[in-house]
């Protein structure tokens, strides 16, 4: 039987973190354990910055974007000297357990702590949905609600000036992201790394739109794809006779209120992650797959396709 554990967030940051910490929180506290937050992810634990967290330490925070623990990347942390010294500092506390709120990069950290002795679980919290072992991560939703507010804005003056508007969002090299607000905007094209359009096709396509007097186009693509998207968007106005503007929406995606989908979704997936660490888990991440909560070995997790959604793309062609 436990009877400490720490929570930490690493990696890149995401709406909906809070929620996680919380329900992680209380949940704890709930089962009579006493939770630890580290601050600044596993360079919190490493520069022993961890400290006692009780109910009044998460209220008034299922609101807030970002995360009150904040984040950190700590590339050494691979290196097995520095991750001893992590160990040394919970083991030094009676800290028993950690949940990790990252991406795939922090399950790996997670997993190597667990070989070290300290059963750590995963929470995917990433607003890019490039975890394949859950349908939807946490911030996912948010992102995904926050680009299809900023591509209606975009529509709005896109449309009254006749333009093509080509539109670079997040997902670094998951186009889940592109996906799925290109559909919700009924977009002209959507272009993500599952399904990349050759510029000869871009160009024709869009032409024939021009040709027909269409009002406007909308091009969603997701980032990393064309190395210099205001390039790529001055070729496509000179190809096809509309006025092309690119947009690349930015660090705003990251930002703001999570919606109340992820809200459930970290309160769902904190309180598992918690039943795990008591039932002597570790080494594992939680994901949700087909409205279930469930768990994955961490190696496992990371080694099965990214395909999830691949039926999706063939909306693309059908609701065009
Ligand atoms: P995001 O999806 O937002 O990028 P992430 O968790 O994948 O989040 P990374 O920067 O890849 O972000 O990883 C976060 C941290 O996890 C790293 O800074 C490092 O401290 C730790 N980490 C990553 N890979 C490993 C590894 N192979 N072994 C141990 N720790 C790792």
Known sequence: MIHKIGVLTSGGDAPGMNCAIRAVVRAGLAYGLEVYGVNDGYRGLVDDDIFQMDRSSVSDIV???GTILQTARLREFKEESVRQIAVNNLRKRGIEALVVIGGDGSYMGA????????????????????????????????????IVECVDKIRDTTESHQRCAV?????NHCGDLALFSGIAEGAEMIITPDH????EEIFASLKKLHDAKKKRAIVIVCEKIYPDIHAFADKIGKATGF????????RVQRGGAPSASDRVLAARMGAYAVDCLLSGKGGICIGIVNNKIVDYDIYEALSLPRDKHISMLRLIDILK
């Open 167 to 171: 539109i670079e969002v997040m997902g």
């Open 111 to 146: 997993k190597k702590l667990t070989e070290m002795g300290i059963n750590c679980v995963g929470l995917p919290g990433t607003i890019d949905n490039d975890i394949a072992s859950t349908d939807f991560t946490i911030g996912f939703d948010t992102c995904l609600n926050t």
């Open 196 to 199: 990349p359009i050759p510029e």
């Open 243 to 250: 006025e092309c503007k690119a947009e690349v929406l930015g």
């Open 63 to 65: 609101n807030r974007g």
